[in-house]
């Protein structure tokens, strides 16, 4: 038993320190490299659809966001970015999604593969870089800016972020959620997957 409490407390020890460390991080964390408002484009962070292949609200916040940026006349293009999900791909959604919204195909770029943030960065700047652009905005969720910042500022490209206001108010407690969610998934990112899904442009 007394070995089970020290390891019990050595564990709940390394998860405090963990949490504290993606706390910090995250207010650490960039929002851009670049004090530029026009860019060669604006990369949509995708996020989850539901089973019938529809976007929900968080994935339609962004992809509204980026659309009313790219209607401002901040880039001259879309980067949609998101991979498969229960038989559809979430990059195709958003591209039909911001072509109902008034953008024209030729203007938007899907990146299909993308099963994660680093590979929504990672492919996005290998799209980029083939075609010779240099600068981005990176529009996606409040609470997931912190670690996208993380992400690109790793990549080759110069960028901004910028948040996606939620579509509606939303109710007490879900941004606490949402936020609690994200230092887990920025916990995570410091202590495994920037290095075990790491991915050259």
């Not at 994935?59 to 006349?73: D, M, P």
């Not at 969720?141 to 948040?163: D, N, Q, T, Y």
Request: aromatic residues 6%; hydrophobic residues 45%.
């Amino acid at each position: 038993m007394r070995l089970r409490t020290r390891l019990i407390l050595a564990a709940g020890a390394l998860a405090s320190i963990v949490l504290v460390w993606a706390v910090i991080a995250r207010m650490m964390a960039p929002a851009g490299n670049t004090s530029a408002s026009r860019f060669d484009a604006i990369i949509v962070l995708g996020a989850s659809i539901d089973r019938d292949g529809n976007p929900t609200p968080t994935l339609l916040s962004r992809l509204t966001e980026g659309v009313r940026e790219y209607e401002r006349g901040v880039a001259p293009r879309l980067i949609v970015t998101g991979g498969l999900q229960d038989g559809h791909t979430q990059a195709e959604i958003m591209a039909r999604v911001a072509e109902a919204q008034g953008v024209p195909a030729s203007a938007i770029v899907v990146e299909p593969n993308a099963e994660n943030t680093i590979q929504n960065a990672c492919f996005s700047a290998r799209i980029m870089k083939r075609q010779g652009w240099r600068s981005a905005e990176v529009v996606t969720s409040p609470s997931h800016l912190p670690r996208a910042g993380m992400i690109f500022s790793k990549m080759p490209v110069e960028w901004r972020g910028h948040a996606a206001p939620p579509l509606s108010e939303p109710s007490a407690g879900i941004p606490w959620g949402s936020s609690a969610i994200e230092v887990l998934h920025t916990g995570y990112y410091l202590l495994f997957s920037q290095w075990a899904s790491r991915c050259s442009p």
